[in-house]
């Protein structure tokens, strides 16, 4: 099993920067296809992105392309989530993940097999 904690949500204005952190604990860190989702208020969680399990390959998924970056350190078990150029329509709940099986780029494929943290809310104000 894995243990994942969220950090680093808050309120930012528009265009932000903001980065999330998940901390990992557990399993080795580096078996796990690590993925961030987030559920918007009346809507469904969707992924935003994910990375392999040696941060080699991601997948983003086309709002926020170009925008948010997933990275991830094997040694620290953490990985991050960096955002720019928010926009309000980023608003939601942002989870970390973690996956046992599967590459990064069928982590959207549902259902989701794996581990969550509790989530960190982003505000993004306009």
């Known amino acids: 099993q894995v243990q994942l904690v969220e950090s680093g949500g808050g309120l930012v204005q528009t265009v932000g920067p903001l980065r999330l952190s998940c901390a990992a604990s557990g399993r080795t860190f580096s078996n796990y296809v690590m993925v961030w989702f987030r559920q918007a208020p009346g809507k469904e969680r969707e992924i935003v992105t994910a990375i392999s399990r040696n941060g080699g390959n991601t997948y983003y998924v086309d709002s926020v392309k170009g925008r948010f970056t997933i990275s991830r350190d094997n040694v620290k078990n953490m990985v991050y989530l960096q955002m720019n150029s928010l926009k309000p329509e980023d608003t939601a709940v942002y989870y970390c993940?973690?996956?046992?099986?599967?590459?990064?780029?069928?982590?959207?494929?549902?259902?989701?097999?794996?581990?969550w943290g509790q989530g960190t809310q982003v505000t993004v104000s306009s």
């Open positions: 993940a973690a996956s046992p099986s599967g590459t990064a780029q069928f982590m959207g494929v549902p259902p989701f097999k794996g581990y």
